[in-house]
Every structure is written in C-alpha cells, then in structure tokens.
C-alpha cells in the first residue's frame, strides 16, 4: 500500500511539473511572438506597463484590430491626401505650428478613412501599432511635439521634427493605396490584350485581306503569308510539267 501511494504521489508531482514546463514553453512562444509583431513597441510596452501587463495590452490590441474593417485608401482619396500633405509642407514655411496642427488633424482624418475608430489618440496609436509598429513610434513621438506646443513649450525646431515624424506615418498610410483596383485594372487590360492578338485582323504584309479570310473560311491552320503555300482547291488543274528532252 505504501509503494501505490508513493508511486501516487510521484505520478502527480510528474503532471505538476509537466504542466509547469508547457505552461513556461507557451509563455515563451507568446513572448516571443509579440516581441516579432510589435518590435520597439513590444519595450516601449514592457517599459511603461511591465511586462505581463504589457503582453495582455498587446494581445489585446492584436484581438481588436482583427475586429476592425481597415482597408487601403482608393486611388482618388491617395491623390487628396497628397495634395494636402503637399499644402500642408509648403504652409510649414510661413506658420509652422499650425502646419504642425493641420498635419496632425490630416492624419487623424486618414486613419478614419482607412477604417481605424476615432477615440482618443492613444487607442489610436495602440491600434495602428498592430499592422504598422515601425511607424507608430513616429505617429507618437509626433503628437509629443504637438501637445508640447499646445502646452506652449515647443520650439520651432521640435515642429520641424514633429512634421518628419508625421511625414514617415504619412508615407506608410498611402503605401498600399490602389493596389488592388490598380491590379485589377492591369489584369484586365493583359486579357483584352490577348484577346486581339488572338482576333488580329489586320491584314499582314505582303498578304491581302481577302486571303485571310479565305484562309479563316476554309479551316486551314497554318498562316497565309508565313512562308507555307494554301492548299489548292480540289478542282484547281494542276500545272504541267514540260517533259525534258531525251539525249
């Protein structure tokens, strides 16, 4: 009796320590995992919250955004931004802050188009750090330097760096804009190609319009003009050879 209890005792202990070591493995591997999805952001994270905190944010984050209906800006709402982000530097010359406050006010606007809730910013920015990590620093440090400046305390150099760091954001948001009409748009245009080169009826040099057509009617497959002579008519008279003379 006392050998089946301690052979009992030894089986649990083995599931105890079993379930130790996977529950460490699939710890690592989530680990691991969002430090490859969020990179930088992954720290800054740890950083600020902790890390088992900053790991439930993240995977939070990542169920969120999978929710969410974001898309590429189409090809006509690219060509907008561009324009304003265009007006938006040259205004930097002549009234940096409110370049910097229009900027900041257009990104917001674009995210909102591609799909991405308007709440505060930092929902925002946790967000947008899903899909584009990189570039969510800059998104951040940029709005630093905005509320720097609201609050009075930015110089006209922290507004240059901050219209770099929304400039990068930017440039990502606009990225991928159009690709897939523009793909569809190709794909269509390849097919129509094919289709006349395989309904070409312009009629090829040296070869009239009527004998391609001929050459269509009577179902021979080899081209006229490509060097092979169309079969005769079954009732054409065969030309005569003038026999040679006998020596």
């Given at each position: 009796?006392?050998q089946?209890?301690?052979?009992?005792?030894?089986?649990?202990?083995?599931?105890?320590?079993?379930?130790?070591?996977?529950?460490?493995?699939?710890k690592?591997?989530?680990?691991?995992?969002?430090?490859?999805?969020?990179?930088?952001?992954?720290?800054?994270?740890?950083?600020d919250?902790g890390?088992?905190e900053?790991?439930?944010n993240?995977?939070?984050?990542e169920?969120?955004?999978s929710?969410?209906?974001?898309?590429?800006?189409?090809?006509?709402?690219?060509?907008?931004?561009t324009h304003e982000?265009?007006?938006?530097?040259?205004?930097?010359?002549?009234?940096?802050?409110?370049?910097?406050?229009?900027?900041?006010?257009?990104l917001?606007?674009?995210m909102?188009?591609?799909?991405?809730?308007?709440?505060?910013f930092?929902r925002?920015?946790?967000?947008l750090?899903?899909?584009?990590?990189?570039?969510?620093r800059?998104?951040?440090e940029?709005?630093?330097?905005?509320?720097?400046?609201?609050?009075?305390?930015?110089?006209?150099?922290?507004?240059?760096q901050?219209?770099?760091h929304?400039?990068?954001?930017?440039?990502?948001?606009?990225?991928?804009?159009g690709?897939?009409?523009?793909?569809?748009?190709?794909r269509?245009?390849?097919?129509?190609?094919?289709?006349?080169?395989?309904?070409?009826?312009?009629?090829?040099e040296?070869?009239?319009t009527?004998?391609m057509a001929?050459?269509?009617?009577?179902?021979?497959?080899?081209?006229?003009?490509?060097?092979?002579?169309?079969?005769r008519?079954?009732?054409?008279?065969?030309?005569?050879?003038?026999?040679?003379?006998?020596?």
């Open positions: 009796m006392q089946e209890q301690i052979l009992v005792i030894a089986a649990v202990i083995a599931v105890i320590v079993l379930a130790i070591v996977i529950w460490y493995v699939l690592k591997r989530r680990t691991e995992a969002l430090r490859d999805r969020f990179g930088e952001e992954y720290d800054h994270a740890v950083h919250r890390r088992r900053a790991e439930e993240l995977a939070e984050r169920r969120r955004v929710q969410l209906d974001i898309r590429p800006l189409t090809a006509d709402e690219r060509d907008r931004y982000w265009k007006e938006t530097k040259s205004l930097f010359v002549d009234s940096p802050a409110e370049a910097v406050l229009r900027a900041d006010r257009s917001a606007d674009m909102k188009t591609r799909g991405f809730p308007m709440g505060d930092d925002r920015y946790e967000d750090s899903v899909d584009h990590p990189d570039v969510a800059h998104y951040r940029g709005h630093a330097l905005t509320v720097r400046h609201n609050e009075g305390n930015a110089s006209t150099e922290d507004l240059r901050a219209i770099k929304y400039e990068l954001l930017f440039e990502e948001l606009v990225r991928d804009a690709t897939d009409h523009d793909h569809d748009h190709d269509h245009a390849v097919e129509h190609h094919d289709h006349d080169l395989d309904h070409d009826d312009r009629p090829r040296g070869v009239s009527r004998d001929h050459d269509r009617h009577d179902g021979v497959s080899r081209r006229v003009g490509d060097g092979v002579d169309r079969p008519d079954l009732d054409e008279p065969r030309p005569t050879v003038p026999a040679r003379p006998r020596n």
